[in-house]
Structure formats: C-alpha cells, structure tokens
C-alpha cells in the first residue's frame, strides 16, 4: 500500500511565502517523477512544477521564477517553496508521485495526495 500526504497549506497575505510537503510511503520500490499541480474553481487540474530523482526540474510558466520545487531522495519527500505568492495561485495543491511498488516494480504507476488548500488574500 502507497500513500501521498501533503501538508504546508493555508492563508497568506499577497506578497507572502508558504512551504508545502509531500511525502510518500508504503511499499515502494522507487520513485521516478515527483510533482505539484494545482486546481482553482471551475479550472482544470494544471501542473505546476515537477522534479525527477536525479534533479531535473520544470515549472509553469506563471510561477517561473517565484516558485522552487525539490526533493529529499532518502525521504520520499517533494518540497515547493511558493514565494511572492499571488491572489490567483489561490488553489487546491496536489502532490503526484510516478513510482514503482515493490510487487510490481517492472511498472510506473501514479498516485495522488489528497490535496492542500493555498489561499492567497488580503
């Protein structure tokens, strides 16, 4: 059994920084792509920055710049540091996990946290 867990969510004033986590657990054999994707009402689901074990990293535009992903390899653990956040990054955060589980680890499979509310007001 595979779990994601986010956490790090909440409200901040515009021009403020939040930091999200995600950690994954269970029977895992390896984790390949690691990423956060986002969804505001009445949008569809969009990627926001994704990162591969060995580092490799990209992101969306609109957040180029203010945001940085990163992982912990050991911990099963993907980071995004949001700053100079905006009233329209206001969204659930998703964190993503392309992963291989121990019974079946010929295959990539994706699992998917529960998600984090970000809202960014004054």
């Known amino acids: 059994q595979v779990q994601v867990v986010e956490s790090g969510g909440g409200l901040v004033q515009p021009g403020g920084s939040l930091r999200l986590s995600c950690a994954a657990s269970g029977s895992i054999f390896s984790i390949n792509t690691m990423g956060w994707y986002r969804q505001a009402p009445g949008k569809e689901r969009e990627l926001v920055a994704a990162?591969?074990?060995?580092?490799?990293?990209n992101y969306a535009d609109s957040v180029k710049g203010r945001f940085t992903i990163s992982r912990d390899n050991a911990k099963n653990t993907v980071y995004l540091q949001m700053n100079s956040l905006k009233p329209e990054d206001t969204a659930v955060y998703y964190c993503n996990a392309e992963l291989r589980e121990l019974r079946h680890y010929f295959n990539n499979l994706d699992y998917w946290g529960q998600g984090t509310q970000v809202t960014v007001s004054s």
């Open positions: 990162i591969t074990r060995g580092g490799s990293t």
